[in-house]
């Protein structure tokens, strides 16, 4: 049997159907947006931010290899020899100390030490893979400009960075000369250097483990770098710029010498292998999403059709049945512990209670057919009477607003001989309007008990009339 038999009616299976299907596309079509609108974008995101972090170790592993350079320096010039060396030039400190060897024991291609004024006492550019002298042009000078960023113009104790020289980028740290107890006047500058070679670049990429890339950047006259919030970084660089090249994300950033002006450019290859991991993450949840809402769907339907649309419809064809042929001793007798179980025995009853009710109906229509009647004369009487009790509420009130008690204080007043001339003429003032008074009341009272008596003849005229039809015949059909 169908729940809806009528053409243009749609089912209840029909609707749940309806609904159930749309609100599962409609989950999916939220999941959907979810993963595609959060939770790809935070996959990007992430992938990012690794890009920018792979990056900016690449540049922090440049920062710590000059950052080693300055303990070296400090050593170097905070020493009395140091100290005494830059005075007197002692040939005895000299071959003790600055040569090939000291250089090779301290990791470095440079070694050199200045004036206040620029000068170099000593100096040596090494390159230990080719032994061979570096010439490093304003470094390999003897006289370096008094505003030389090495020189600290501005009084740093310490100045480390990158410089740019003929044989190539170095590493650089200078510190200020002075005694072993870190005590002045300084007397100059020694300066510490490491080339930036393949060796070194490739040693950065194994520390950070990325694919780093340096590219050496053409000098620009005057070009400078933004100027950055001040911290404690030795090397100043843009910022980190990403690109997407296939299935790598690109990260790079412009590194700067000691003057601000752009040296170096740090390129760090990133594989998109977070975002691959996302996207086939979303993709095993999409598709088990799909699974898991279709079996659920699937399941629901199966119950639902077992449960309740199987059981309306046998109820909904007893009720038709009923209706069409009147058939009140037909009974469902579904034997279920459920709602719809209970809505059945419901119904049974329901339809014993009616039978037991068409019984009950002929002698129920001609008592209501009394009752009807009694209704109707109540009803008039009620009419009737409730002026009556108007009117007489509105008497009581008038009579109770009478100067009864006045007239007799006003009469007993007069009647006391001693009482003045001028209060007896106000008091008998008082008594003719008093009089008046009354007597207007009085009329009145007679025109409204008049009133009520009519009102009352109206009520025997209706209990005469109900008497009346007391004594007719009754009316008899056949049913």
Avoid at 88 to 101: F, M, P, Q, S, T
Wanted: charged share 25%.
């Amino acid at each position: 049997a169908t729940l809806c038999p009528e053409p243009d009616c749609m089912s209840l299976k029909k609707k749940i159907i309806i609904l159930l299907v749309g609100l599962f596309s409609l989950y999916a079509l939220i999941e959907f947006a979810v993963q595609r609108l959060v939770l790809l974008p935070a996959f990007v995101q992430l992938e990012e931010e690794t890009a920018t972090s792979n990056t900016q170790r690449a540049v922090q592993a440049l920062e710590r290899d000059i950052e080693l350079l300055v303990p070296s320096a400090t050593d170097w010039g905070t020493w009395d020899d140091t100290y005494q060396f830059i005075t007197d030039g002692n040939e005895a400190y000299r071959e003790a100390n600055l040569n090939v060897l000291a250089l090779e024991s301290l990791k470095a291609n440079l070694v050199a030490f200045y004036t206040p004024e620029g000068r170099r006492v000593w100096g040596m550019g090494y390159d230990h893979d080719n032994e061979r002298e570096l010439a490093l042009g304003a470094l390999s000078a003897d006289r370096l400009t008094v505003s030389h960023p090495l020189l600290a113009p501005h009084g740093e104790e310490t100045v480390a960075g990158l410089l740019r020289t003929e044989a190539g980028v170095f590493l650089v740290a200078s510190r200020p000369i002075l005694t072993s107890e870190g005590k002045g006047p300084s007397r100059g500058r020694v300066v510490i250097g490491r080339m930036l070679n393949k060796a070194a670049i490739e040693r950065f990429g194994t520390q950070t483990q990325v694919q780093l890339q340096v590219e050496l950047l053409p000098a620009s006259e005057g070009a400078k770098l933004p100027a950055e919030e001040k911290t404690a970084s030795l090397v100043r660089h843009s910022p980190v710029q990403l690109r997407v090249d296939g299935g790598s994300t690109l990260g790079s950033t412009e590194v700067a010498d000691l003057t601000g002006a752009p040296l170096l450019r740090f390129r760090v290859d990133t594989p998109r292998d977070i975002i691959a991991q996302g996207q086939a993450t979303l993709r095993y949840a999409a598709l088990s999403l799909a699974a898991a809402g279709a079996l659920v769907l699937l399941t629901l339907l199966l119950f639902l059709r077992q449960t309740v649309f199987s059981p309306i419809a046998t109820l909904t064809s007893h009720a038709r049945a009923i209706g069409s042929r009147g058939n009140l001793d037909a009974r469902l007798e579904m034997h279920r512990t459920d709602e719809i179980g209970m809505l059945a025995r419901e119904f049974d009853i329901m339809v014993e209670r009616l039978a037991a009710t068409r019984q009950q109906l002929i002698e129920q229509s001609y008592q209501s057919g009394i009752a009807e009647m009694a209704r109707g004369a109540l009803h008039n009487i009620g009419n009737a009477i409730t002026p009556i009790g108007v009117k007489l509420i509105n008497l009581r009130r008038e009579l109770k607003q009478a100067p009864l008690a006045e007239m007799a204080m006003a009469g007993a007043e007069l009647a006391d001989p001693t009482t003045p001339a001028e209060r007896r003429a106000d008091l008998a003032r008082f008594a003719e309007l008093a009089g008046a008074e009354l007597a207007s009341l009085v009329e009145r009272t007679t025109d409204e008990l008049e009133t009520i008596r009519a009102q009352v003849d109206h009520v025997q005229m209706i209990l005469a009339d109900q008497r009346r039809f007391a004594k007719a015949q009754r009316t008899i059909e056949p049913l």
